[in-house]
Each structure stands twice: as structure tokens, then as C-alpha cells.
């Protein structure tokens, strides 16, 4: 029999830990990303609790976390989630999915079930570190090119490329192409997650059960204009790339909302250039996040809404360029790890449903190879990516509960 109060006790205290001033670089917000001594820190937290339960640890090329209670070669099952933040972030995304596993082999141990698990804390996937979300798990399923990790990839903070900065953390990028090997052994893979919406609270929920994940297209549009002073240069005589932004922007919105089929468009970042209060801008870059669970769908609005500014900055003379970043085809679940969740779930008559995710998880790369599910627990108001993320440790050791009961079922069967 689970504990569950003492599991949620458990859970409640690595979460707040891992909120202390060694884990974050920013004293507002959880702020942590690859290579930094936050990270480190946080990474050896969980290394440290995973050894004491008897598991191997080691890290794949580029510094994700693989911590396994088998030798190699023997089956697992695969849990876990990214212990990395938004820049401005809260304690729960991602960190509260790895702390969940913890629990899970925790437990395991304490009720001598002796199933066969691997833990895995993927890098980067906010993005933070270098504006590539999902970066640990596009590596590993070699998903990205050697350039873009030499070259393309640069750090978010100081323009130098991954390459040079997985090397400076004592890691060995030119093996990345190895790292793919850590999912040999995975017959399962399962990552809880809290929600990042807020259906479950809305109704009455404390389990969400993954079914599939949505797609998405991430890309730059860059305008060019020309700098001019701001207030000697007459209205007719600019060439200002913040309108053709402005235009794109609500085009977005009727795009996104003309497609429908939970289709969603986001400008998230804005970089005029110089960034002057007194100068029109020489350029504009702008970020575009489009998704959605209809790949043709949230496509076409990448496609038309590029098309658009295009045409936007030519109608003012001016010209723009769209460069896609990267995008991942929207992600179906596996089935039998679907069932039993829902069967576990079922189990312990809490109330759950079944539910697609909106947002991005590495478990989209990890189910081109293992068959995959997640497991959601409700966030306070759906806040997340924000310092205001609050979600229950008590869900959370429900959810622990049932990761390791269908990991069980799923052995036994
Ligand atoms: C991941 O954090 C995402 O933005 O979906
Ligand atoms: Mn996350
Ligand atoms: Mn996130």
C-alpha cells in the first residue's frame, strides 16, 4: 500500500528545495538552464537521492541525466521530465516531473516491487539556454544536424554555440550522435507533467491522461527597414519594420482563429533593432510559436502568416525574411500505456479524463522510438512559465501512485 500522505510530504520538500537560492539564478523567479551552477545543482540533487536508492547514474553526451536501477543491456521502463526553467519560471514545470519519479523509484524500492526503471532529467527543454526548445530529446533522437551544434545553436547569453559550451561543462558533444543509445532498453516511457491549462481545475480533475500531444512550428521573421531619427523624419518618408509587424500580428490572430481546430499563434519575443526610444528601427525580430493537434492545420497558418509579412513589408517598401527554428509533428500516444494509466487511475476512484496536451514535452521525441504516455496534474488557474505556477505535491503523489501501479500492471501482463 502507498503512503500517499507521506509521499506528497516527500515530494513537497524536494520541490521546495529545489526552489532555494542554489537552484535558481534569478532571486523572482526559477531561472535555470544548461550549464549553469543552478543546473549542476539541481542535476546533483537528484543524482544524489537516485544513488542512495542503488541506481547507476550517468549522463548522456551533451549532460542529460540517466540514473537506472539495472545494468545495461537489461530492459527498463523508462520516467521522468526536464529539470530546466523558463527564464522566468516556477517551480513545478518540469522539476515536479522528475521529483514525481524520484517518488516512483522511491516507492518501489520502499514496497520491494523491484521493477526494472530509468529515470532520465532531459536538458534544455525550455529552451533557455539557447532558444531551441526540447533540445536534450531532439539530440537524442537526432532530430537536429552536427552544424546546427557546432555552428547555429548559440547561447541565449553570450552568442558562444552549444558545442563550445557542452565542452566547457565537461561534456562530449562530438559523441552526441551515442546519445541516442540511452533509450535502448526502454520498453515504456511515461512523464508526468503538470497541466499548463486549466481544464483539469475547471473540472474537478487531479489526473489528466495524455493521449496525444499537439504539434508545432517555431520561426523567426525578420523586417528590414531603415533607422531614421524619430522625431526629425516626416511620416511619409519612413521606412518603419515595426508596421509590417504590427499587421503580422493580428493577421496571426485571424489566421489562427479562421483554422479552429485548436489551432494557436504566438508572438512571444519582439527585438527591434537598435531599441531606441528616439530611433525608428533599422529591423524588427519577431518570434513565431504556431501549433496545434491538426499537423495541416497549424501548418498552413505558418505558411500563410510568413506569406503575409512578406507581402506586408513589400506593400511599405521594405522587405522580410522567415526562417523556420525547428517543428515537431503533432505526437499520438501509445496505447496500452494510455490504458493503463487509466486503469490505475480508475483504481483509485480519483477523478480523471483523458486529454490532449497543448503544450511541447520531450515525450514527443521519445515516442518515435518507445511507446510513450503522460500523465498530467492540475496547476493553480493553468499559470505556468511564470514564477505564479502552483500545483499540489498531494496530485502529485497520486500521480506517482499510478505510474508506478500501471508500471507494475504493464510488467506483469
Ligand atoms: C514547452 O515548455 C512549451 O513551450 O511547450
Ligand atoms: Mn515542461
Ligand atoms: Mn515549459
Known sequence: MVDR?????????DVETLAGPAYTLSDRAICRYAYT?????????????LAELGFEI???????LVARNRP??????????????NRNGGRYDGTMGVVAALEVCRLNEELGLGLPLQLISFLEEEGSGFGQMLLGSRIMLQRVTEEELRESFRALDDGRSFWEHAEAAGHEPARWRESIHVLDDLTGWIEMHIEQARVLQDTGKRLGIVTA??????????????GDHAGATPMDLRLDPTLPLAETILELERLAREAGKGTVGTVGEIEPAPGLINAIAERVRFSLDIR??????????ARDVAAFAEQAAERRGMRAEYAQR???????????????????????GEPYMRMHSGAAHDTMCVAERVPSAMLFVPCRDGISH????????????????????????LQAA
Not at 5 to 13: K, Q
Not at 72 to 85: L, M, N, Q, T
Request: aromatic share 6%.
Open 5 to 13: 500522505e507521506r509521499s506528497a510530504t516527500r515530494i513537497e520538500r
Open 37 to 49: 551552477d543552478a543546473y549542476r545543482a539541481t542535476l546533483d540533487y537528484f543524482a544524489r537521492a
Open 58 to 64: 550517468s549522463h548522456d553526451p551533451v549532460g542529460t
Open 72 to 85: 545495461a543491456g537489461e530492459p527498463v521502463f523508462g520516467i521522468g521530465s526536464h529539470c530546466d526553467s
Open 213 to 226: 500531444i499537439a504539434g508545432y512550428v517555431h520561426a523567426d521573421v525578420t523586417v528590414h527597414g531603415r
Open 292 to 301: 496545434g493537434p491538426d499537423d495541416d492545420a497549424y501548418r498552413a497558418v
Open 326 to 348: 525547428q517543428t515537431l509533428a503533432a505526437t499520438p500516444l501509445d496505447d496500452r500505456i494510455v490504458g493503463a494509466l487509466e486503469q490505475a487511475a480508475a483504481a483509485t
Open 386 to 409: 511564470s514564477p505564479l505556477e502552483e500545483a499540489s505535491p498531494a496530485d502529485a503523489a497520486l500521480a506517482a501512485e499510478v505510474m508506478l501501479n500501471a508500471i507494475a500492471a
